[in-house]
Protein backbone atom coordinates (compact mmCIF):
# COMPACT_ATOMS: atom_id res chain seq x y z
CA UNK A 1 0.00 0.00 0.00
CA UNK A 2 0.92 3.50 -0.72
CA UNK A 3 0.11 6.73 0.89
CA UNK A 4 0.16 10.14 -1.42
CA UNK A 5 -0.02 13.88 -0.08
CA UNK A 6 -0.14 16.47 -2.28
CA UNK A 7 1.00 19.90 -1.79
CA UNK A 8 2.08 23.33 -3.38
CA UNK A 9 -1.80 24.48 -5.07
CA UNK A 10 -3.30 27.02 -5.17
CA UNK A 11 -4.56 30.50 -6.85
CA UNK A 12 -1.55 32.13 -9.57
CA UNK A 13 -2.06 34.42 -12.32
CA UNK A 14 -1.10 33.44 -16.25
CA UNK A 15 2.82 33.69 -16.51
CA UNK A 16 3.29 32.23 -13.28
CA UNK A 17 5.15 29.64 -11.60
CA UNK A 18 4.07 26.82 -9.18
CA UNK A 19 5.44 23.58 -7.71
CA UNK A 20 3.47 20.83 -6.65
CA UNK A 21 4.89 18.35 -4.16
CA UNK A 22 3.98 14.81 -3.78
CA UNK A 23 5.03 13.04 -0.42
CA UNK A 24 4.94 9.25 -0.77
CA UNK A 25 5.22 6.19 2.01
CA UNK A 26 7.26 4.13 0.23
CA UNK A 27 10.33 2.06 1.16
CA UNK A 28 11.59 0.51 -1.76
CA UNK A 29 11.55 3.13 -4.30
CA UNK A 30 12.75 1.00 -7.26
CA UNK A 31 9.47 -1.21 -7.34
CA UNK A 32 8.05 1.91 -8.22
CA UNK A 33 7.21 5.06 -10.32
CA UNK A 34 5.27 8.10 -10.29
CA UNK A 35 3.10 10.78 -12.13
CA UNK A 36 1.26 13.55 -11.97
CA UNK A 37 -2.24 13.79 -14.44
CA UNK A 38 -4.73 16.65 -13.54
CA UNK A 39 -8.68 16.92 -14.38
CA UNK A 40 -10.17 20.52 -15.62
CA UNK A 41 -13.45 21.36 -14.81
CA UNK A 42 -16.17 19.15 -16.70
CA UNK A 43 -13.27 17.20 -18.49
CA UNK A 44 -11.72 13.86 -18.31
CA UNK A 45 -8.69 13.39 -15.87
CA UNK A 46 -5.36 13.56 -18.35
CA UNK A 47 -1.61 12.50 -18.17
CA UNK A 48 0.51 15.48 -17.19
CA UNK A 49 4.06 13.62 -16.20
CA UNK A 50 5.46 10.60 -15.11
CA UNK A 51 9.23 9.72 -13.30
CA UNK A 52 11.29 6.82 -12.14
CA UNK A 53 12.58 7.55 -8.43
CA UNK A 54 16.36 7.44 -9.95
CA UNK A 55 15.03 10.23 -12.80
CA UNK A 56 16.38 8.58 -15.51
CA UNK A 57 13.28 8.06 -16.87
CA UNK A 58 10.68 10.48 -17.74
CA UNK A 59 7.67 11.22 -19.74
CA UNK A 60 5.98 14.32 -20.13
CA UNK A 61 2.80 15.42 -22.19
CA UNK A 62 2.83 17.49 -25.25
CA UNK A 63 0.76 20.02 -23.90
CA UNK A 64 2.72 21.31 -20.74
CA UNK A 65 6.46 20.26 -22.62
CA UNK A 66 8.93 22.63 -22.11
CA UNK A 67 7.29 24.32 -19.03
CA UNK A 68 6.85 21.53 -16.65
CA UNK A 69 9.92 19.57 -14.67
CA UNK A 70 8.84 16.61 -12.96
CA UNK A 71 12.20 15.44 -10.53
CA UNK A 72 12.23 13.10 -7.31
CA UNK A 73 13.61 13.61 -3.96
CA UNK A 74 14.83 10.01 -2.85
CA UNK A 75 15.68 11.69 1.02
CA UNK A 76 12.09 12.80 1.36
CA UNK A 77 10.28 10.66 -0.83
CA UNK A 78 8.76 13.23 -2.58
CA UNK A 79 7.95 13.74 -6.08
CA UNK A 80 8.29 17.31 -7.69
CA UNK A 81 6.48 19.06 -10.43
CA UNK A 82 8.11 22.45 -11.20
CA UNK A 83 5.03 24.22 -13.85
CA UNK A 84 6.16 27.16 -15.55
CA UNK A 85 4.53 29.95 -17.73
CA UNK A 86 1.95 28.91 -16.44
CA UNK A 87 -1.52 29.18 -18.46
CA UNK A 88 -5.37 29.46 -17.53
CA UNK A 89 -6.07 25.99 -19.54
CA UNK A 90 -3.38 24.28 -16.93
CA UNK A 91 -6.50 24.97 -14.19
CA UNK A 92 -7.31 22.00 -12.98
CA UNK A 93 -7.19 19.58 -9.89
CA UNK A 94 -3.78 17.90 -9.76
CA UNK A 95 -2.85 14.37 -8.46
CA UNK A 96 -0.38 12.90 -7.81
CA UNK A 97 -0.46 8.57 -8.35
CA UNK A 98 2.21 5.46 -7.75
CA UNK A 99 2.65 2.40 -10.44
CA UNK A 100 4.74 -0.38 -10.67
CA UNK A 101 5.98 -2.21 -14.34
CA UNK A 102 7.23 0.18 -17.20
CA UNK A 103 6.99 3.90 -17.56
CA UNK A 104 3.40 4.47 -18.85
CA UNK A 105 0.92 7.68 -19.40
CA UNK A 106 -2.09 5.39 -19.13
CA UNK A 107 -4.40 6.23 -15.77
CA UNK A 108 -5.01 2.42 -15.91
CA UNK A 109 -1.69 1.74 -14.86
CA UNK A 110 -1.41 3.39 -11.76
CA UNK A 111 -2.42 1.49 -8.30
CA UNK A 112 -2.31 4.78 -6.20
CA UNK A 113 -3.89 8.06 -6.02
CA UNK A 114 -3.65 10.88 -3.73
CA UNK A 115 -6.70 13.04 -3.29
CA UNK A 116 -5.90 15.59 -5.53
CA UNK A 117 -4.90 19.18 -5.16
CA UNK A 118 -6.45 22.54 -6.96
CA UNK A 119 -4.35 24.67 -9.37
CA UNK A 120 -6.00 27.67 -10.60
CA UNK A 121 -4.72 30.01 -12.86
CA UNK A 122 -6.54 33.64 -13.94
CA UNK A 123 -5.80 35.36 -17.00
Known amino acids: QVHLVESGGGLVQAGDSLRLSCTAS????????MGWFRQAPGGEREFVAAITWSGRTTRYADSIRDRFIISTDIARATVNLQMNSLKPEDTAVYYC????????????????WGQGIQVTVSS
Open 26 to 33: VRTFNNYY
Open 97 to 112: AAARGPVSQSQTSYEW
